[in-house]
């Protein structure tokens, strides 16, 4: 089993930044990618950003520029940093990851949310 832990959520002032950190443990053999969605209030999930193994990241229109995510391999851990914080940002993330835990089989994993909540 495999869990995802995130930290670093928290209430910022519009214009701020928050950096949120999720790491993972458990029967690892290898994780693949990893990335971050949000949810906020009466709406869907939706993707904010994923990076592959390699480092090479995917960003939603709506935070490039602003958001930079980032990872250690060697800690199975992956950051958002989030900057220029705007009211809209306001959600629930979820970090996830696809986790190889033999050389033939991955399965997608999701942590338990951290709340950003940016006030105007």
């Known amino acids: 089993q495999v869990q995802l832990v995130e930290s670093g959520g928290g209430l910022v002032q519009a214009g701020g930044s928050l950096r949120l950190s999720c790491a993972a443990s458990g029967?690892?053999?290898s994780i693949h990618a990893m990335g971050w969605y949000r949810q906020a209030p009466g709406k869907q999930r939706e993707f904010v950003v994923g990076i592959t193994r390699g480092g090479t990241p995917k960003y939603a229109d709506?935070?490039?520029?602003?958001?930079?995510?980032?990872?250690e391999n060697a800690k199975n851990i992956v950051y958002?940093?989030?900057a220029s914080l705007k009211p809209e940002d306001t959600a629930v993330y979820f970090c996830n990851a696809d986790v190889g835990s033999?050389?033939?089989?991955?399965?997608?994993?999701?942590?338990?949310g951290t709340q950003v909540t940016v006030s105007s």
């Open 62 to 71: 709506s935070v490039k520029g602003r958001f930079t995510i980032s990872r």
């Open 80 to 82: 958002l940093q989030m």
């Open 102 to 112: 033999s050389a033939s089989y991955t399965q997608r994993y999701w942590g338990q």
């Open 27 to 29: 029967v690892i053999f």
